[in-house]
């Protein structure tokens, strides 16, 4: 039993990574970013491709593919999300689900639709933890997913940009009619929702196989894990990441794999009708529904 729930936190730390920047794109923007899974799906096979083609370590091919990452969000920012900006909820999800059939359509373009994994002799390496045995790729991811989040917990309250986020988060019309600059603080918060799934993708990479409709999956979960934990909270999302993936790891090793998806949304279900806003959340699903 110790084992399933150890395995299930690792599980969870990548989970709560997606869902972390999901949530911040919406508690900042307003934006449902329907495409964010596929973020994830490119960032796992961007990272394959580079790895089996020029034989690079895989972490540090994900870097360089984070790197990359930030020109293309930053055009489909400006291209596709701006527009939709403050427009309403029908609006966001044409263009996002558009967004997401476009990207989908560019990874069977250029990868086809087989599935994209790699073997990596030191991420499959397991190791002891808490008295149970976890590849190294896992562990990592985890670890990973922990130093992200927190950096950027220290970046939201430490730094100055962070603190213009979140004002811009508070209050979107205070804040321009003090002087922010709403715009390049939107264009900022996209570019590290988008880096945080890319960044997820990467770190899920050496030891999960990948096709060009993956982010499916991860978009779903990861709306899951932001009503769980509350629209908008950083905090909210990390700790429902690691409830759902240790739900997810229970249902699968008692039910089936066949069940792992159908239990959180049986979860889902049950916080809407307890808690709408979630745990740790000002916003419920319906005042999403509406703008916020």
Do not use: C
Request: glycine share 12%.
């Amino acid at each position: 039993m110790w084992d399933l729930v150890v395995l299930g936190i690792m599980a969870g730390g990548v989970l709560a990574l997606v869902a972390v920047g999901l949530t911040l794109i919406f508690g900042v923007m307003d934006v449902m970013n329907f495409a964010h899974g596929e973020f994830v799906m490119l960032g796992m096979i961007a990272t394959i491709f580079v790895v089996t083609s020029t034989g690079m370590n895989p972490y540090l091919a994900g870097l360089l593919v984070i790197i990359a990452s930030i020109p293309v969000a930053y055009l489909i920012f400006v291209a596709i999300i701006r527009p939709t900006i403050g427009k309403s909820l029908n609006v966001q999800i044409f263009a996002t689900l558009g967004l997401s059939i476009a990207l989908q359509a560019a990874a069977l373009m250029f990868f086809g639709s087989r599935t994209f994994a790699i073997s990596n002799d030191f991420a499959a390496t397991r190791l002891s933890v808490l008295g149970v045995q976890v590849e190294v790729g896992r562990v990592i991811a985890f670890v990973g997913g922990i130093v992200l989040v927190a950096a950027l917990w220290f970046f939201l309250y430490r730094t100055r940009v962070g603190k213009q986020i979140r004002a811009v988060s508070e209050d979107h019309y205070a804040a321009k009619v003090v002087g922010l600059r709403i715009n390049r603080t939107y264009a900022i918060v996209f570019i590290l929702g988008t880096a945080f799934a890319v960044g997820a993708g990467v770190l899920l990479a050496p030891f999960t196989s990948v096709n060009s409709t993956t982010g499916l999956n991860y978009v779903l979960t990861s709306f899951v894990i932001v009503v769980l934990g509350g629209f908008g909270s950083v905090g909210g999302a990390f700790i429902g990441g690691l409830v759902v993936g240790i739900i997810e790891t229970f249902a699968g090793y008692f039910f089936g794999t066949q069940w792992m998806q159908a239990s959180i949304f049986v979860l889902f279900v049950l916080v809407l009708a307890i808690r709408p806003q979630g745990f740790f959340g000002k916003k419920s699903l319906d005042a999403a529904m509406v703008g916020g």
